[in-house]
């Protein structure tokens, strides 16, 4: 918990500093339909700026991934600014609140194309985004997502690009892992309401049953914030399954999920995705940590990945802001890295021409989720971490929390 409102306060020290400097923050996306940026707009650059735009989930349930994709976000435009720019020009950040919501997301979007911006980075989730990738093809305004992992997110021959892998894939990778380690009996749980958890179900079922695992139960809930898991692991218990693949964000995962789970008699391997990083901030104090244990998740870069481009990135975001940086900064980066990479490839930040430098899928990008090119739909090819929870007693308490990777997985080895 002490992470967890560090993070908290670093967020809004970052907030009061752009202001001051007079950036945008869109703090109240629905009524901020056109506030002045810091560069007066135009991501084509005005004068000697370039603003990116991002929109993101600054407040509401998602606001950890929000504030974490700023802080990646501005650090990474701050070291590109002290090393010259692009093209000789400083670049400017503007973002918006979408407070996870699909039409808080598209009043930012409209906020920002208002002010010129026609480069922009969000949002985070499938359901936010998925809201805006019309409006971007019609406005001509390149969009790149550093998370929302839906398939149908990006299409042949549009605006639309991301850093993160689909579900497909994800959904891929952990079929792989269940079949590496001999399971073959397995439930799901997943909001049915939900295109990131309910995709990535899906993807994972379809993907077992190719590898001939067994999907023997499958649960639901309503809402994304589902506070009570016990009934949906108590029916995995009566199916005596080996693996429960279920698919929640950190503030599910963290303070109910996995204890409810325990709680419920089953003992089982808990297997989630990406939502999960975070998770361990929001346990709460008190409950038996060692109910984390044999829980693992897939996700978009190890933290703890010996090469030379994490351990910079690590080392310079704990410098800034005291933490481990979350997938979601190192995501939000890569956005900006394949952003750089493209404007300076076509020697412009005119949005129709960058969007043609990011359709080369023969360009390779060495990013901290990865060294990767995109496929014909502006989607990475890559792989993923397996990252498990684990509970050390002889520390104990919260600080006895920690993860530690299990195994990485290639795309190859999903084919």
Do not use: W
């Not at 204890?259 to 999960?276: E, K, L």
């Not at 900064?329 to 404007?343: E, K, V």
């Not at 043609?356 to 390779?364: I, M, R």
């Not at 990475?380 to 007693?393: L, M, N, Q, R, T």
Request: overall charge negative; some cysteine.
């Amino acid at each position: 918990m002490k992470k967890k409102l560090l993070a908290l306060l670093l967020a809004l020290c970052m907030v009061f500093a752009l202001a001051a400097c007079g950036t945008s923050s869109g703090d109240d996306a629905a009524d901020d339909t056109g506030s002045d940026a810091s560069s007066g707009g135009d991501s084509a650059g005005s004068g000697d700026t370039i603003t990116i735009g991002m929109i993101a989930p600054m407040t509401g349930t998602n606001a950890a991934y929000g504030n974490s994709m700023l802080e990646g976000l501005q650090m990474t435009i701050d070291e590109i600014n002290e090393a010259g720019g692009i093209l000789g020009m400083q670049v400017e950040l503007d973002y918006r609140d979408d407070q996870g919501d699909a039409t808080q997301a598209q009043n930012a979007f409209n906020a920002l194309i208002a002010e010129g911006v026609t480069l922009i980075i969000g949002s985070a989730t499938s359901g936010a985004t998925s809201a805006l990738t019309n409006l971007a093809n019609e406005e001509g305004v390149v969009l790149i997502t550093p998370s929302a992992t839906a398939d149908d997110i990006t299409t042949e021959d549009d605006y639309v690009f991301r850093a993160c892998f689909k579900d497909t894939l994800q959904g891929g990778i952990a079929a792989a892992y269940v079949d590496q380690q001999g399971i073959t009996r397995v439930g799901t749980i997943a909001c049915s309401a939900d295109t990131y958890s309910q995709g990535l179900v899906d993807a994972f079922a379809l993907a077992c049953e190719e590898r001939g695992i067994e999907v023997v139960e499958q649960q639901s809930t309503a809402t994304m914030n589902a506070q009570d898991f016990t009934n949906q692991f108590t029916a995995m218990v009566n199916a005596d399954v080996e693996l429960v693949y279920a698919v929640y964000y950190y503030d599910a995962v963290g303070p109910f999920l996995v204890t409810q789970a325990r709680a419920a008699g089953y003992d089982g391997i808990i297997m989630g995705a990406d939502g999960y990083d975070g998770a361990l901030d929001y346990v709460s104090e008190g409950v038996d940590y060692s109910a984390f244990n044999n829980v693992v998740y897939t996700n978009h870069y190890d933290a703890t990945d010996s090469s030379e481009v994490v351990q910079n990135y690590v080392t310079s975001y704990d410098e800034l802001y005291g933490t481990t940086p979350l997938c979601f900064a190192a995501l939000a980066s890569d956005c900006m890295m394949m952003l750089q990479t493209a404007m300076e490839t076509a020697g412009t930040a005119e949005a129709s021409a960058v969007r043609d430098a990011l359709a080369d899928t023969s360009v390779t990008y060495e990013g901290v989720t990865g060294t990767f090119t995109l496929d014909e739909t502006g989607t990475p090819v890559k792989g993923a971490a397996v990252i498990s929870f684990v509970y050390d007693e002889s520390v104990g308490g919260l600080d006895g929390l920690g993860t530690e990777l299990v195994t990485t997985i290639s795309a190859d080895e999903i084919a």
